[in-house]
C-alpha cells in the first residue's frame, strides 16, 4: 500500500528537532518550511554551519562530484567557477542558501544532542547534563565523515613540529619551504599533495595502500559559459539531468556489476597510472585490487605531483612518529617540520554518540551493537517519528549525496504528513520490513565492485559495505512514496 497524502489535509504542526547544519540539514529546515511546518530548531554541535565544507579547510579541498549536480534542485548556481567546485565555494553556497531562505536564525550552535528519549509519544532531548527540548519528530541530518579517524602510531604524540588531522587543519602551521609529511592516500591526502608539492620544500606521501586514481580535468567555467547559465531559462537544470544520467548510467552502473562501464573506468585509470615513468614508483603506485573498489579518486595532477624531485611516496610501514620525524620499517628517519594525518573518518557512527533511547526502552546502542541498519535507510523499528538522511546503506558511493538527501526527505515527508493529517501518532519502520529490505541489500552486494577484495571505509566491522547494490533509477523509484505495509502507524 503506498502512500498517497494530500498536504491540503494537513492540520496538526509538529515540534520538530533537526540534527546537523550541514547539507543535508539546511535542505531540511528550508523542506519544512515550505510545507508550512515553522516549529523547528537545527541543532549544530559545532559554532557554524556547513558540515563537512566547514570542518574540512585543507589545501587544494575539492568536491568530486560536478558542480552543477552538486547543489540543491530547487537553487541552481551560475557561478561555479569550475567543473568541480572548490571547498570554499561549496561552503559559501550553503551559507548563502541558508541565508536566503532564513534559516540561519533557526539555527542554535554550539549545542550537541547527547541523548534522545521517547517517552509518552515524546522525544525529550538533552544537551550534557540538561534537558534541552521536547520535540513530535527528530530528523537526523548529522552527516557521514564527521568523526575523524585518528592513526594509532606510537610515538604520534613526541612529534617536535606541527601535527593535525586534515579536517582540523592548522592555518598557524607555516608550510612554505617546510618539510611536509602526509600520511594517506585517499582523496583527501592526493588533493593536498597536487596543492603543496610547489610550495613546500620536501613532501613525504606515507603510503599503507596504493589507490586507483581517475583523470578528470577541473577547467573553470568561461564567462560565456556562465552568462548562458544565468540568462537561459533551464539550461543549468538540463546540465543537471545529463550529469546525473550519466553518472547513473556509467559509474553508478559499474560499481554494481556492469563489467563493460567497469573496464572503461578501469582503462581510464591505467592510463593515467601509465603516466609515471619511473618503473619502481609505478609499481609502488600500482594497487593490487579492482578500481573502485575503494572510494575512486579523481585527480589528473596527483601523478605530475608525485614525481616531482621534491616528492617521495614512501610505501615502507610506518614503524613510529619521532620528535624529527617518521621512522619507516626500514629503520629509515623521514625528517619533517609538518605532519598531516589524512586518515579519513568514521563513516559509521552517523548520530552517535548520541545516545537514542527508542519505545520500551530499546537503546540504538544495542539496535546497532552488531551493524548500523535501518529500513530504506531512513527509519528503525522501535524508534517512532524519528527519520534519517543519509543513514545505513544510502548510496553515498554511487550518486551526488545531495540528490540522496533530497530523494529521502521527500519520502520521509510524506510519512510526517501522516502525522499532521492524523492518521497516526507513531511512525516506524516494521521489523520484519527492515529485515527483509537488508537481506535483499546483502544478496545483491556480492554482485558489486566493494566486495572484490579491498579493505575500504565503505565496510562496517563484519566487513559487509554499507552500500547501495542497486540501480539510480530503483533508489528514485523506492523513493518515490512509502508502501505502509512496512511500517507501524500507531494512532
Known amino acids: 500500500m503506498n502512500v498517497q497524502i494530500s498536504r491540503d489535509r494537513a492540520k496538526r504542526s509538529p515540534r520538530v528537532a533537526i540534527i546537523g547544519a550541514g547539507m543535508s540539514g539546511i535542505l531540511t529546515a528550508i523542506e519544512l518550511q515550505k510545507a508550512g511546518i515553522t516549529d523547528f530548531t537545527v541543532y549544530e554541535k559545532a559554532a557554524a554551519l556547513g558540515g563537512t565544507w566547514r570542518d574540512n579547510t585543507y589545501p587544494g579541498l575539492c568536491c568530486d562530484v560536478p558542480s552543477h549536480m552538486y547543489r540543491y534542485s530547487f537553487e541552481p548556481n551560475a557561478e561555479w567557477s569550475r567543473r568541480f567546485s572548490p571547498g570554499a565555494e561549496i561552503r559559501a553556497y550553503f551559507e548563502g542558501a541558508a541565508k536566503k531562505y532564513g534559516i540561519e536564525s533557526r539555527i542554535r550552535y554550539n549545542t550537541e544532542i547527547t541523548r534522545a528519549r521517547f517517552d509518552n509519544g515524546k522525544w525529550h532531548l538533552e544537551c550534557g547534563d540538561r534537558a534541552l527540548d ?79 586514481v581517475f583523470p578528470q580535468a577541473n577547467p573553470a567555467f568561461s564567462e560565456p559559459e556562465k552568462d548562458v547559465f544565468r540568462n537561459e531559462a533551464g539550461a543549468m537544470d538540463t546540465l543537471h539531468a545529463a550529469l546525473t544520467r550519466l553518472f547513473a548510467d556509467t559509474f553508478g552502473e559499474a560499481v554494481i556489476g556492469d563489467e563493460e562501464q567497469m573496464k572503461n573506468i578501469e582503462d581510464a585509470c591505467q592510463a593515467n597510472l601509465d603516466r609515471v615513468t619511473d618503473p619502481e614508483l609505478k609499481a609502488r603506485l600500482t594497487p593490487d585490487y579492482q578500481a573502485a573498489c575503494k572510494r575512486l579518486i579523481v585527480s589528473d595532477e596527483f601523478y605530475e605531483a608525485i614525481q616531482q624531485p621534491n616528492a617521495e611516496l614512501v610505501a615502507d610501514a610506518i614503524e613510529r612518529v619521532e620528535p624529527g620525524g617518521v621512522r619507516t620499517a626500514d629503520g629509515r628517519l623521514h625528517p619533517l617540520d609538518v605532519l598531516v ?9 552517523f548520530m552517535r554518540p548520541m545516545d537514542l533511547t527508542g519505545r520500551d526502552g530499546v537503546e540504538l546502542s544495542d539496535f546497532w551493537a552488531e551493524a548500523a541498519t535501518a529500513h530504506r535507510s531512513v527509519s528503525l523499528p522501535g524508534f517512532p517519528n524519528f527519520f534519517m538522511l543519509v543513514g545505513p546503506n544510502s548510496p553515498i558511493g554511487n550518486f551526488s549525496l545531495v540528490d540522496i538527501s533530497e530523494k529521502q526527505l521527500a519520502y520521509i515527508m510524506q510519512l510526517i504528513d501522516l502525522w499532521r493529517d492524523g492518521t497516526a501518532n507513531e511512525i516506524s519502520a516494521k521489523g520484519d520490513a527492515m529485515m527483509a529490505f537488508n537481506a535483499t541489500i546483502k544478496d545483491a552486494m556480492k554482485d558489486t565492485v566493494w566486495v572484490t577484495g579491498c579493505q575500504s571505509w565503505y565496510l562496517d566491522k563484519n566487513g559487509n559495505p554499507a552500500m547501495w547494490p542497486f540501480p539510480y533509477d530503483k533508489f528514485c523509484a523506492d523513493m518515490t512514496a512509502p508502501n505502509l505495509d512496512e511500517f507501524d502507524l500507531v494512532s
Open 341 to 349: 594525518l589524512a586518515t579519513g573518518f568514521n563513516g559509521h557512527s
Open 134 to 212: 521536547v520535540v513530535d519528530i527528530i530528523l537526523s541530518a548529522a552527516g557521514v565523515l564527521h568523526h575523524p579517524v585518528y592513526p594509532d602510531i606510537a610515538g604520534l604524540d613526541d612529534f617536535a613540529g606541527a601535527v593535525f588531522h586534515s579536517a582540523r587543519w592548522d592555518h598557524d602551521a607555516p608550510l612554505d619551504g617546510r618539510r611536509i609529511g602526509i600520511i594517506g592516500t585517499g582523496s583527501t591526502a592526493v588533493q593536498i599533495t597536487a596543492d603543496l608539492v610547489g610550495k613546500v620544500a620536501q613532501l613525504s606521501l606515507f603510503q599503507r595502500t596504493a589507490q586507483w
